[in-house]
């Protein structure tokens, strides 16, 4: 990393405030990992007879070396898969060549191949592959599901809020004189907000021309008063 830091510098203007903001901010958890390793500390009082058994991972998170791994594998090999790449890694770092040279005969090879061939002519890779994309395509459909609802809920709450503002009309003469949008608008207050169990029941569909949406919210003004 530091490499290529220092390869694309000339063209990083800002590469030295990052990295000063990046240990600036690094500061406070130094301080507070720095005293484990102080003479008296807690790494220092382990008994040295216990030292050689012990394990600390590399990082945080167990599989964070790993999936760093995968993902960059995966982008100079994207036909690959997490099979493969488990297989190669234990090939590398069980140094299996080495074993297999070592204890392996001609008539294990022999073995091995065949039940590899078993193996893929099964089929068992291609139908794990196709439910893995199936499984993948369910959580996309049921996560763009989840986005229409949101978005539905969210233009529907729009709407009520603009139909509180709009509020009921009561003065009758002025609900003579609205045009169809605005009888319309009054039409979704009652039925919306205001919840008017008759105009509920019924749609704009039902009452097409403007006197009958103006009956309609006449009534349900006499309802609601």
Same mark, same amino acid.
């Given at each position: 990393?530091i490499?290529?830091?220092q390869?694309?510098?000339?063209?990083?203007?800002?590469?030295? $405030?990052?990295? *000063?903001?990046?240990?600036?901010g690094?500061?406070?958890?130094?301080?507070?990992? *720095?005293?484990?390793f102080?003479?008296?500390?807690?790494?220092?009082m382990?008994?040295?007879?216990?030292r050689?058994?012990?394990?600390?991972t590399?990082t945080?998170?167990?599989?964070e070396g790993?999936?760093?791994?995968?993902?960059?594998?995966?982008?100079?090999?994207?036909?690959?898969?997490?099979?493969?790449?488990?297989?190669?890694? $234990?090939?590398?770092?069980?140094? *299996?060549?080495?074993?297999?040279?070592?204890?392996?005969?001609?008539?294990?090879?022999?073995?091995?191949? $065949?039940?590899?061939?078993?193996?893929?002519?099964?089929?068992?890779?291609?139908?794990?592959?196709?439910?893995?994309v199936?499984?993948?395509?369910?959580k996309?459909?049921?996560?763009?599901?989840?986005?229409?609802?949101?978005?539905?809920?969210?233009k529907?709450?729009?709407?009520?809020?603009r139909?509180?503002? *709009?509020?009921?009309?009561?003065?009758?003469?002025?609900?003579?004189?609205?045009?169809?949008p605005?009888?319309?608008?009054?039409?979704?207050?009652?039925?919306?907000?205001?919840?008017?169990e008759?105009i509920?029941?019924?749609?704009?569909?039902?009452?097409?021309?403007?006197?009958?949406?103006?009956?309609?919210?006449?009534?349900?003004?006499?309802?609601?008063?």
């Amino acid at each position: 990393v530091i490499l290529a830091a220092q390869a694309l510098a000339s063209e990083l203007p800002d590469l030295s $405030r990052m990295i *000063t903001a990046m240990f600036n901010g690094s500061g406070e958890t130094w301080i507070r990992f *720095t005293p484990e390793f102080e003479i008296g500390g807690t790494i220092d009082m382990i008994p040295p007879e216990i030292r050689p058994f012990l394990y600390v991972t590399s990082t945080n998170d167990h599989n964070e070396g790993p999936l760093g791994s995968l993902r960059v594998h995966v982008r100079f090999h994207p036909n690959s898969n997490p099979e493969s790449f488990s297989a190669l890694e $234990r090939y590398w770092r069980n140094d *299996t060549e080495s074993f297999a040279a070592k204890y392996i005969t001609a008539e294990d090879l022999l073995f091995v191949m $065949r039940e590899v061939r078993k193996e893929d002519a099964s089929g068992a890779h291609a139908a794990f592959r196709k439910a893995l994309v199936e499984e993948l395509e369910c959580k996309a459909q049921l996560q763009r599901e989840k986005v229409r609802i949101n978005i539905a809920a969210e233009k529907q709450q729009e709407r009520e809020s603009r139909l509180r503002a *709009t509020g009921v009309e009561r003065d009758r003469a002025k609900l003579r004189a609205m045009t169809v949008p605005q009888l319309k608008a009054q039409y979704d207050v009652y039925k919306l907000i205001v919840k008017d169990e008759i105009i509920r029941k019924t749609t704009l569909v039902s009452i097409p021309r403007r006197q009958d949406k103006l009956d309609a919210v006449l009534a349900a003004l006499t309802r609601f008063e």
